[in-house]
């Protein structure tokens, strides 16, 4: 089935650093969405992504949309320690028929900050 | 304010026990998701429905419930059925159908004591 593979698993970094992290398939999405989970807590929306070669921002945070249409990006600037927490990708599961489906979302990269 | 309430933050079951979570939303949103979260697994789901009084199970609905009587809440049951319940469970909601963007409530812990 689509499966959504994100890298690295963990990040340890010093704050003021860049961060930079993906998230890969075999199948092609037509959306991708990043989300960022604090400890404890629900998942909240980044960015979202609607078509391929798009490269959106929001703050520090810049996501871009492959141009395969198979990866996605995310980039964070200058890091500082409010940035800890699970970042998650997300796509819509595509139906054999072309119809989207529900969300499938990757494992995650958990991100530490080092003040 | 515009949101997802999800209650109780935490809960307690002894086994054999059934246990409901509750999940409330003012978004006036169409369709409506529950979630399981397990440490190094990501968010796995359990059921979601896209109408009032209909429902679709999802990756792992064995040993839950859910109803969809009002547009506004999706309660979430987990039975003495489910063999390890203890998770951390996001309820989620979107204006449009599958594929469409969701927001998730702050979630509710349970833990089997």
């Known amino acids: 089935g689509q499966q959504l593979n994100q890298s690295p698993q963990s990040m340890f970094i010093q704050e003021g650093e860049d961060v930079s992290m993906n998230c890969t398939s075999s199948?092609?999405?037509?959306?991708w969405l990043w989300y960022k989970q604090d400890p404890g807590e629900g998942p909240v929306l980044l960015i979202a992504?609607?078509?391929?070669?798009e490269l959106t921002s929001n703050g520090r945070l810049t996501a871009q949309f492959g141009i395969t249409r198979k990866d996605s990006f995310l980039n964070i600037s200058a890091s500082i320690p409010s940035d800890v927490g699970i970042y998650f990708c997300?796509?819509?599961?595509?139906?054999?028929?072309?119809?989207?489906?529900?969300?499938?979302f990757g494992k995650g990269t958990k991100l530490s900050v080092k003040p | 304010d515009g949101g997802i309430t999800q209650s109780p933050k935490y809960l307690f079951r002894k086994e054999g026990q059934n246990v409901t979570l509750s999940c409330e939303q003012n978004?006036?949103?169409?369709?409506m998701y529950w979630y399981r979260q397990d440490p190094g697994q990501g968010l796995r789901l359990i059921y979601y429905?896209?109408?009032?009084?209909?429902?679709q199970k999802g990756d792992i609905a064995e040993g839950y419930s859910v109803s969809r009587e009002k547009k506004e809440s999706f309660p979430l049951t987990v039975t003495s059925a489910q063999k390890n319940p203890t998770a951390f469970y996001l309820c989620?909601?979107?204006?449009?159908?599958?594929?469409?963007?969701?927001?998730f409530g702050e979630g509710s812990w349970l833990t089997v004591v």
């Open positions: 989620a909601s979107s204006l449009g159908g599958p594929g469409n963007t969701i927001y």
């Open positions: 199948s092609i999405f037509n959306t």
């Open positions: 992504l609607y078509k391929a070669g």
């Open positions: 997300a796509g819509p599961y595509m139906n054999y028929g072309g119809s989207q489906g529900n969300l499938i």
């Open positions: 978004l006036n949103h169409d369709a």
């Open positions: 429905s896209q109408i009032v009084n209909d429902f």
